[in-house]
């Protein structure tokens, strides 16, 4: 689905996106099909055994939307607990953060739904079902769309739900997505579409992952002027991507976040260099937080009792989802809140 015809300029006013520890209403995610980005079965039906295990384990704490197209429900219902709904929304890939609905709401209690317009990361992927899921939500749901004159993904922007967003600029002000635009052209329109006052930017890193580095993998909001960030014990100096993190780490502090740092595993069960170990991808629901462990017990420890911290109150919950870290991501990107109105 396209941009609406409505102008940036005739946006509804008094829309914002509430912060992911804020009440839901229930989670959406999306069901992994596509042969041409999962040529192997083998692997396929491993990464959607793991989609299911997270589904699942979110849904005994709010209700879970799993988005599939109609000719693949009987399957997926043989995995699903009672807790998870599938809806007939066709989809390629499970990245529900990226591809899927950015629900905003106003001061009433009215949702919408804001049009950041998914592009295969940059027309990186090939899809087709993929850019219209947002749109399609937004039908079943009646539901209006918010235009905000973006190409580009909620795993690339965090917001702490009191004002203030941080980002990579890799993922933002980028000829792959927001050609023509500066960055200060795409702060307003990030900050209108959040209902945020103020903006966080690092560098990030272009051209090295698929997703020019978002930032929900490095780190996130968990309160007003509050975070937490995974960096290296021993960053290595000619790696890119330790050197972005600790920029943003830096720009952080200096923006006066608060920031607790969370260590990158070292015994991890999966070793290859291009595996995404990151605790800070994990998905607040209501009651609960959902977060990855990788095998270190030291390090999975450390991450468990952080958001414990972070999140008082919660069951923090770990699983082991190394296939996501496979494919470049995590709990995090996989899921989508639909805040309760």
Known sequence: ?????????QRPTGFYVPAEEARH???????PVSRTVYPDPVFLKMVQTTIAKI?????????????????YHLEISKQLSASVEVWDVPTEDL??????????????????????QFNGWGQKQVHAQD??????????LSLPILPTGLVGEAGGVEQDGHGVLMAHESSWVNDNRNP???RDEIETRLLAAYGAEHMIWSDGVWDEDITDYHIDSLARFTGPRRGIINLPDEPDNIDPFHMAALDTHDRLLAAGVEVEVIPE????????????????????C????????????ETDKIALEALGRHYPGREVVTLNVDVLGELGGGIHCATQQMPAS
Request: hydrophobic content about 45%.
């Open 1 to 9: 689905m396209g941009f609406s015809g409505q102008s940036i300029a």
């Open 25 to 31: 209403d229930r989670t959406f995610m999306q069901w």
């Open 55 to 71: 589904a699942n384990t979110i849904s005994a704490f709010e209700p879970v939307i799993l988005l599939a197209g109609s000719e």
């Open 95 to 116: 990245w529900c953060r990226d591809a899927g609905p950015v629900f905003a709401i106003d001061n009433h209690g009215e949702l919408g739904i804001n049009q950041i």
């Open 131 to 140: 850019a219209k899921i947002a749109g399609a939500v937004a039908e079943k």
């Open 180 to 182: 023509g635009l500066t």
């Open 265 to 284: 595993p070292h015994d991890r069960r999966v070793n290859d260099p291009e595996f995404v170990a990151s605790y800070a991808n994990y998905y607040v």
């Open 286 to 297: 209501n009651g609960g937080v959902i977060a990855a462990q990788f095998g270190d017990t």
